[in-house]
């Protein structure tokens, strides 16, 4: 079994759209290992997107991620993490498809409800980055 980390991102959450989410993951037979609603410090959305730091939106990015309560999760399928990708969309929700969470749930390219990690290796960092104790 693979796991992968989910974030329900502030936009969804605000919108109490947390249980439909979660719906749509076990309904595709995923299983919520761990789960955790915090909010984060811009410094800790600076770390976790550290990847992006020479992108022009990687500010407001850090900003958005820390400007509310977000619902962290670890959830595990077989290929969780491709198999996440594909339910969660396309990035931006106008060129999602049908039947995933960012063209059901998305506004914008930036408020897009969800992340999930994109490769083995950022899946144990990120999982480790909300969940290690
Ligand atoms: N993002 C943005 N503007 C862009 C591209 C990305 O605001 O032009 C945000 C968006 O919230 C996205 C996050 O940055 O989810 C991380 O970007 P990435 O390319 O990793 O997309 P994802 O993996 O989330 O689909
Ligand atoms: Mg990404």
Not at 31 to 54: D, R, S
Not at 60 to 88: F, H, Q, W
Not at 105 to 116: P, R
């Amino acid at each position: 079994m693979e796991q992968t980390l989910s974030i329900i991102k502030p936009d969804a959450v605000e919108r109490h759209l947390e249980d439909e989410i979660k719906q749509m993951f076990l309904e595709k037979g995923f299983k919520i290992v761990k789960e955790k609603k915090i909010q984060i410090e811009k410094t800790e959305a600076e770390l976790f997107y550290q990847v992006h730091q020479t992108k022009p939106f990687y500010n407001d990015l850090c900003t958005y991620l820390s400007s509310g309560p977000i619902v962290v999760m670890i959830i595990e399928k077989e290929n969780a993490i491709k198999e996440n990708r594909n339910l969660m969309g396309a990035t931006n929700p106008k060129d999602a498809e049908e039947g995933t969470i960012r063209k059901k749930y998305g506004i914008s390219i930036d408020k897009n409800s969800v992340h999930g990690s994109d490769s083995v290796e950022n899946a144990k960092k990120e999982i480790d980055f909300f969940f290690k104790d």
